[in-house]
């Protein structure tokens, strides 16, 4: 089940997997981690599990905030296969927009 951004609360300290196509800002494939909570002001971070199921230290933000841009969040799921599901359509997706432009370059549309 896919996890809304404003549910995330819901979720702090389970297992989840995340994953984001944006490539132009930042790419992730599908991974497993947990949610931790900042505090009431802040937006849960995302921290990847190490191979024994501790959380690596180093935060992942919800949004990607580079250059001041505030991105989409990254799509969260309860399970393995419905995040490679969408990963794997919203790089299908990716695929296609970039086909049609490269077919607009060379026809010169």
């Known amino acids: 089940m896919k996890i809304e951004t404003n549910k995330l609360h819901l979720h702090t300290d389970e297992e989840v997997w995340v994953c984001d196509t944006n490539w132009r800002k930042r790419e992730m494939v599908p991974t497993i981690g947990i949610f931790k909570s900042r ?39 309860t399970t393995k296969s419905e995040c490679v599901e969408y990963y794997l359509k919203e790089c299908n997706s990716e695929i296609a927009y970039f086909s049609n432009k490269i077919k607009n370059i060379i026809h010169g549309s």
């Open 39 to 77: 505090g009431k002001h802040y937006d849960p971070s995302f921290h990847k599990l190490k191979r024994n199921g501790e959380p690596y230290a180093k935060r992942i933000s919800l949004f990607n905030q580079a250059r001041g841009w505030k991105s989409k969040p990254l799509s969260v799921f």
